[in-house]
């Protein structure tokens, strides 16, 4: 959600000319919201940001929802030439996840009258059951990792007697913060004048949409914004007691002595380092012959040797979990592994608990896309570069769009919220197209892990392919002075680039706070910064940026530093 | 840092956060300058070998006398690419440090067996070196059967028992046929950490009884048989079977009291681990101890006027340990094998140093041949090495004689346990001042050390320890000679 505001606020800065502030009342019917905005970042520029985040938010809901009607009223009455079908909406959108809601509060601000569609609880499966409870987890296994390490402890010159934690207080708190979170987002958009419209969505035909029992309404566009449950291969039988998916292991019911983990991506990852700090022993078992297969080989590498190596896990790699069976009469759970290329069967697991992580499946069935001939590839709903989604004989679907997991393009929240707001961007006339390369994706394990961009073979392949050469920069985290006041000097970052123009293909960060440093390397490969230009920016000392600066200053670009104008763009 | 030390002692383990070490060695190249290179010659650790071998393997080397197993930090060499004689071919993590391994041999890294990352026992095949480029081909085939057959770090423990080799050097031998492993589903199930500790004690974890949830075998059983069961073979000098239930921590559970509540058990780290092993092992040395009072008036205004130029107290007190040691070669020979002496042709004197989290023994090595302003140097160098844990093997666990100093805390006298594989051992307490009186009957107040020798019943003797501890007497309260 925060990532959501973030970048509806970032697309409204590219409007801001600073005399608006002055000039506010005279132009608010015309665009009202944006000119709040506009004001408002100047005026708040020298806070920090998330106070500024909580600070605008809070304007706009209290001052504007009065300008709402008319702003939306009156883009309605233009109708751009459109023919005067009278709409129920500007925009629907089914789902009122992390996408659909940073696509709502954009249409709000470009004045488009705006509904959402809940079937189950706002917030989706971020806030409820995915990113949002599982950092309150690992909030809580980061300082019990901290606590028990005794050795990290006295090297502080602190000394700690046992730690221990309380099995549903840590749960009541990462249940709270998803209460929490949830509230805000309903508020936000109840404040924005988005229409919340419980029921199930589904598509009846051209912008046209039911939901709940039969309540039809029409709109201009629609976004479906979906999202996805969790992917349970078969075989496998899940109680939610004993064979969980991350739905049921975010409640945190119990902590087992033994609980096996199928897929090693960021997911099972951020679980096992919730169950090892919280006392637990976790086995992997991954398909693929690596661990943590969807990261840099070079990371992966050495986040196994912190992450994995000197915890209480070991993994079977190279295998498929074919069935697993829940305890039952006096039985543990029971898999079956079985060998992922010769498909024979190699071992037998008997655990206490099994987590399936194996990655995530859109939810798009009861979605009505029979009734725009719209046919599903492996559940995804199939979208052209702008969101728009195409139909079974490869053409476009007028008005009719698809955001976040439900197409299977980056299944990140924030790449949802992004595209939300690229498609609100093309909805009200202005082309734009989302550069997926720059949006940055992490694993909140201790230390973090974060990823911006082209791994290294991705790039070398890339480079071969279109005759560039591709050269790679490293720094370490052992280098920063406030990473070793911290203790914490473990980490190192790593940026893929083209040396002949300094273009930032990648950067990967395995280290203290990499989650938050990513985005440094993310903004400059989403504005096309060049590392000759972003090199001679500034960073307060001593920081942890420091490692993403030293990381830019290790590069060796034959090209020069652009021209200002350049610079300024 | 000067002297700290303790009596737990440990010739071994100076490494709390493996990944800590290694982990820069492998990342910038700024900080690769901490790996260092085995300084031995290799020539003399070359086995002899028939010319007909054409695929050798690569052993995991044992880079300390107390190494079981090593990680790959990194593989310098990829598949394939040539290599010759003398060249860096991989660095491997032990228990202390990250070295540079080389090969001895012109010819072609044709497999790697151990992965980057992955831990092999010591003496076990890594990679496989191959002749000539047309051999290739076979090696890998040869390492794919390797490796499918350890896949259970269990097994591979079990299948490999690792040679008796203290060489810090690449161990390539011949190729020996790869024992077949029967890869068969195991009957016993054991958890992760249970794995690891058992990887780490060396115990063959099938021969464990379980006695978790489902007959499991749960990491306190296989701490209990790594405690009771006698030790199996080790990189060490071969310690006799430890009494049981010595060990807290081997102790079977029934025998401990309940935990109180509130309180907590936090599992050794690798080096609390060694320091706990060779404190079991030091149970089997029969030893006794003898304390001896020194006058220290003269040294400590000795100690006054050579301060300036560097020289410490533990150079002092190394320096006339050396020189009593070099008058009585039998305490600083040692008993390998309960049936002979060993006497060592260097007087080593090992002095325990309390580094952060850990203990390690820096050696001052020809410490009766060097003089005080060197002895002063060297020791600073090791000492400045220990902090940033680059003690070169043969600079820890060289030693023949160790000496211990607690005076600083002021402790006044205090009993040292013999690290096996030595004679004897030295704590020094504290000098202070104390009522004297001489010969003529006549009252003083002199500067005095109590100082306590632990030594091997085996071979050195009462009388032995004496005159020892009057030579050592004699020197500091006479100490120009250190001087010259």
Redesign the interface.
């Known amino acids: 959600m925060q990532s959501a505001m973030t970048l509806s606020f970032s697309q409204t800065s590219s409007f801001t000319r600073p005399n608006h502030v002055l000039g506010s009342t005279a132009s608010v019917f015309s665009t009202p919201k944006n000119l709040r905005f506009c004001g408002l970042r100047r005026e708040a520029f020298g806070f920090s940001p998330s106070n500024q985040l909580s600070f605008r938010s809070n304007q706009i809901r209290t001052q504007s929802s009065g300008l709402q009607v008319s702003a939306s009223a009156s883009s309605n009455g233009n109708g751009n030439g459109a023919p005067p079908k009278s709409f129920d909406y500007d925009l629907i959108i089914i789902g009122a996840g992390v996408g659909g809601h940073g696509a709502a509060l954009h249409a709000v601000e470009k004045g488009l009258k705006t509904a959402i569609i809940e079937g189950d609880v706002v917030g989706g499966t971020c806030v409820n059951r995915g990113c949002v409870p599982s950092k309150a987890l690992l909030a809580v296994s980061g300082r019990m990792r901290e606590l028990q390490n005794e050795h990290h402890m006295k090297s502080f010159g602190l000394q700690v007697s046992a730690a221990g934690y309380d099995r549903q207080g840590v749960a009541d708190h990462a249940n709270n913060l998803a209460t929490k979170i949830r509230n805000n987002l309903t508020n936000s958009m109840k404040a924005l004048g988005v229409d919340i419209l419980t029921g199930f969505g589904s598509v009846l035909g051209p912008q046209k949409v039911k939901y709940g029992k039969d309540n039809i309404i029409t709109a201009k566009n629609i976004i479906i914004a979906t999202g996805s449950v969790p992917f349970v291969p078969k075989g496998i039988e899940v109680d939610g007691k004993t064979v969980i998916t991350s739905d049921h292991a975010l409640k945190l019911e119990s902590v087992p002595d033994w609980i096996a983990i199928v897929g090693s991506g960021y997911i099972g990852l951020e679980f096992s380092d919730v169950y090892t700090a919280l006392g637990s022993e976790v086995t992997f078992i991954e398909a693929l012959d690596q661990l943590m297969p969807g990261f840099d080989p070079e990371i992966s590498k050495l986040a196994q040797r912190v992450l994995i190596n000197p915890r209480k896990i070991d993994y079977h790699t190279g295998v498929f979990a074919s069935k697993i069976t829940p305890a039952k009469d006096g039985k543990p759970v029971l898999i079956e592994l079985t060998d992922a290329k010769t498909k024979e069967p190699k071992d037998t697991l008997e655990v206490d608990a099994a987590l399936i992580a194996t990655g995530r499946a859109p939810f798009t069935n009861g979605l009505g896309l029979e009734n725009v001939n719209v046919v599903t590839q492996r559940g995804f709903i199939p979208v052209d570069e702008r969101m728009r989604v195409i139909d079974g004989n490869g053409t476009l679907v007028p008005n009719l769009y698809c955001i976040g997991d439900a197409n299977g393009k980056l299944m990140l929240a924030h790449a949802a919220s992004a595209q939300g707001i690229s498609v609100v961007e093309q909805v009200s006339g202005r082309d734009h197209v989302l550069n997926h390369l720059s949006i940055p994706a992490a694993c909140f394990t201790h230390p973090e892990i974060s990823m911006v961009g082209l791994t290294e073979p991705q790039a070398k392949e890339k480079g071969e392919k279109e005759g560039f050469k591709v050269s790679v920069a490293k720094t370490s985290f052992k280098a920063n002075t406030k990473a070793l006041a911290e203790n914490e000097g473990e980490g190192i970052a790593k940026m893929i680039y083209r040396p002949d123009n300094g273009e930032i293909l990648g950067v990967h960060i395995f280290g203290l706070h990499a989650a938050d440093l990513i985005h440094e390397a993310s903004n400059a490969i989403a504005l096309g910064t060049r590392i000759q230009d972003i090199k001679l920016a500034v960073h307060a000392h001593p920081t942890l940026s420091e490692v993403l600066d030293e990381l830019f200053k290790a590069a060796k670009v034959e090209g020069h530093a652009s021209t200002g104008q350049e610079m300024q763009r | 840092m000067a002297v700290s030390s303790s009596s737990f002692l440990s010739t071994a383990s100076l490494t709390?956060?493996?990944?800590?070490i290694?982990?820069?060695s492998?990342?910038?190249p700024?900080?690769r300058s901490v790996v260092f290179r085995s300084s031995i010659p290799p020539s003399s650790h070359r086995r002899v070998m028939t010319v007909r071998s054409k695929i050798r393997e690569i052993f995991m080397p044992a880079l300390s006398s107390t190494m079981t197993e090593g990680?790959i930090v990194s593989w310098i060499k990829t598949e394939g690419e040539k290599l010759a004689k003398g060249e860096s071919v991989v660095v491997v993590e032990s228990d202390k440090a990250d070295m540079d391994v080389e090969t001895f041999y012109d010819g072609y890294l044709a497999a790697i067996v151990v992965g980057?990352?992955e831990?092999a026992p010591v003496g076990a095949a890594i990679g496989l070196l191959a002749e000539t480029e047309a051999e290739i081909e076979e090696a890998k085939t040869k390492a794919a059967s390797k490796s499918s057959s350890s896949s259970s770090?269990a097994e591979a423990v079990a299948t490999s028992p690792p040679p008796v080799t203290s060489s810090p050097a690449p161990a390539i031998a011949q190729p020996t046929p790869v024992t077949a492993v029967a890869d068969g589903?195991r009957k016993t199930?054991a958890?992760?950490?249970a794995?690891?500790l058992a990887k780490q004690h060396k115990v063959d974890i099938g021969s464990i009884a379980g006695t978790?949830?489902?007959g499991?075998v749960t990491?306190t059983d296989v701490e209990t048989a790594a405690g009771i069961a006698p030790s199996k073979s080790s990189v060490a000098p071969p310690p006799p079977p430890p009494p049981a239930a010595v060990n807290g921590k081997a102790t079977t559970a029934t025998n401990l009291p309940p935990l109180l509540p509130?309180?907590?058990i936090?599992p050794f780290?690798a080096m609390q681990s060694a320091v706990s092993k060779n404190m079991i092992e030091s149970l089997s040395v029969p030893t006794f101890r003898v304390g001896y009072p020194v006058n220290t008036d003269a040294l400590d205004a000795l100690y006054e006027k050579v301060k300036p130029k560097g020289v410490t107290m533990t150079a002092l007190l190394a320096k006339a340990a050396g020189m009593a040691l070099a008058q009585h070669p039998v305490v600083n020979a040692s008993c390998k094998d309960g049936k002979s002496f060993s006497y060592n042709a260097n007087i080593n004197v090992a002095v325990a140093v309390a580094i952060?989290?850990g203990l390690i023994t820096p050696v001052l090595q020809d410490a009766d041949k060097l003089d005080l302003y060197l002895l002063s140097q060297k020791w600073k160098e090791l000492v400045g090495k220990a902090r940033s844990k680059q003690l070169q093997p043969h600079e820890y666990n060289s030693g023949t004689f160790t000496l211990s100093n607690l005076g600083m805390f002021g402790v006044d006298r205090f009993d040292a346990i013999l690290p096996p594989g030595q004679g004897a051992i030295m704590a020094v307490g504290g000098s202070k001042p104390t009522v004297v009186a001489d010969k003529d009957g006549f009252f003083s107040v002199k500067n005095r050390m109590v100082v306590n020798v632990t030594a091997d019943h085996r071979i050195v003797y009462g009388a032995d320890l004496a005159a020892f501890l009057q030579t050592f007497a004699k020197i500091i309260e006479n100490p120009d000679s250190l001087t010259l």
């Open positions: 709390n956060s493996k990944s800590n290694s982990f820069a492998s990342v910038s700024s900080i990680k980057e990352g831990t770090a589903p199930v958890t992760p950490y794995k690891k978790g949830p489902f499991r990491a509130d309180s907590s936090v780290t952060n989290g």
